[in-house]
């Protein structure tokens, strides 16, 4: 009966340990994670005379869980595109006649580990403020607008993709 009890338990043990494992592999598999610090500058103010156009750049880096992960390509990440829209926060001379238009842009950059990225990106043109920010000239009246980014990224070395999002506010007037 000795026997027989004996043998259960060893079974029961090994089955628990079965069961639950020996534990987690969540710090043996080191991973990669692309981080979006913001804009730089993060915002500016938009001057209608003369119109020019103005870029902000966004700022990306590759958060590696092992500080010792190489920076081999695979380690990398790829920016694969940006959209923009824009919201009007307010224009107190209803001087603005239309929002930028929204638009999407295919790019491909790399953001490699242990190096900042900064990644230009155009926020309004000058045609853009010929068209539509005329009516500034003269007055001291501005319009503030937040532009709203959404950036798509995949993870070089196995493809998984990953969404971002930021805003960015500008003031429009004739500075």
Known sequence: MKKKRLGLVAFTAALLILLA????????????????????????NVGVNPPLNHQTYFVFSVKLSDSSLSTI???????????????LLSDTGNHLLALPPSRTSKIHVAVKPGVPTRLPVSIVTDTYLA???????????????RANLV???????????????????F???NF
């Open 21 to 44: 494992g020996c534990g987690s592999d969540k710090h043996l598999q080191p991973y990669s994670e692309l981080k979006l610090h913001g804009a730089d500058p993060p915002s500016f």
């Open 73 to 87: 390509p695979a380690d990398a990440w790829t920016i694969d595109s940006y959209q923009i829209s824009y919201v």
């Open 131 to 145: 068209d539509n920010a005329s009516g500034f000239i003269g007055t001291t009246d501005t319009a503030t607008v």
């Open 151 to 169: 950036f798509r990224a995949h993870r070089n070395k196995d493809g998984f993709s990953q969404t971002m999002t930021s805003r960015f506010i």
């Open 171 to 173: 003031t429009i007037g």
